[in-house]
T-cell receptor
Framework: AQSVTQLGSHVSVSEGALVLLRCNYSSSVPPYLFWYVQYPNQGLQLLLK??????LVKGINGFEAEFKKSETSFHLTKPSAHMSDAAEYFC????????????FGTGTQLKVEL | NAGVTQTPKFQVLKTGQSMTLQCAQDMNHNSMYWYRQDPGMGLRLIYY???????DKGEVPNGYNVSRLNKREFSLRLESAAPSQTSVYFCASSVRTGDSYEQYFGPGTRLTVT
């Protein structure tokens, strides 16, 4: 079955440290991949998306993600964490229709400490 | 441009009561969605509507009905609420950008069923 897995439901980093949030998918066809961010008591906001144009994708707020087909991964990174990055992050995948129907991972709560 | 709006923001129901969650978007998007978000489970698709006049079941449609009233509005109805339907409900709409879709989310409705 096609699915998406986020490793680590909670990640804690120090301010200024590297952020790495993991996402793996299983699919027999190339998927469309997305990262969304959810700040407390808000809806989800698109951070970035992969649609086969380039394997390294840059998004908003300094985040980027690299599509690695051999590892079936789409990990989210940011070189230097800021307190304002504290939020929940969701990886999502679409196997058909270019992202018109999404399957979400279970989310990773990012905590940024001083 | 309000984006995606949802009413109400909060609701408490007793088991067996019914209610309708309202969603509207002013971005002229064709597709609209209803998701529920539960701790540790990410977002799960309840129903979606690819265009005005069409609706399709998602991953967890049991206990819900939807109406795509027009291009702007997509409502979700709980006919007989159950405690298992306690959740945060998000409405979204999507637009095709390049070769993929991007979904825009409302702020959510927090529903408690006692």
């Amino acid at each position: 079955a096609q699915s998406v897995t986020q490793l680590g439901s909670h990640v804690s980093v120090s301010e200024g440290a590297l952020v790495l949030l993991r996402c793996n998918y299983s699919s027999s066809v190339p998927p469309y991949l997305f990262w969304y961010v959810q700040y407390p008591n808000q809806g989800l906001q698109l951070l970035l998306k992969y649609t086969s144009a380039a394997t390294l994708v840059k998004g908003i707020n300094g985040f980027e993600a690299e599509f690695k087909k051999s590892e079936t991964s789409f990990h989210l990174t940011k070189p230097s964490a800021h307190m304002s990055d504290a939020a929940e992050y969701f990886c999502a995948v679409s196997f058909t229709g270019g992202g018109n129907k999404l399957t979400f991972g279970t989310g990773t709560q990012l905590k940024v400490e001083l | 441009n309000a984006g995606v709006t949802q009413t109400p923001k909060f609701q408490v129901l007793k088991t067996g009561q019914s209610m309708t969650l309202q969603c509207a978007q002013d971005m002229n998007h064709n597709s609209m969605y209803w998701y529920r978000q539960d701790p540790g489970m990410g977002l799960r698709l309840i129903y979606y509507s690819a265009s005005e006049g069409t609706t399709d079941k998602g991953e967890v449609p049991n206990g819900y009905n939807v109406s795509r009233l027009n291009k702007r509005e997509f409502s979700l109805r709980l006919e007989s609420a159950a405690p298992s339907q306690t959740s945060v409900y998000f409405c979204a709409s999507s637009v095709r950008t390049g070769d993929s879709y991007e979904q825009y989310f409302g702020p959510g409705t927090r529903l408690t069923v006692t």
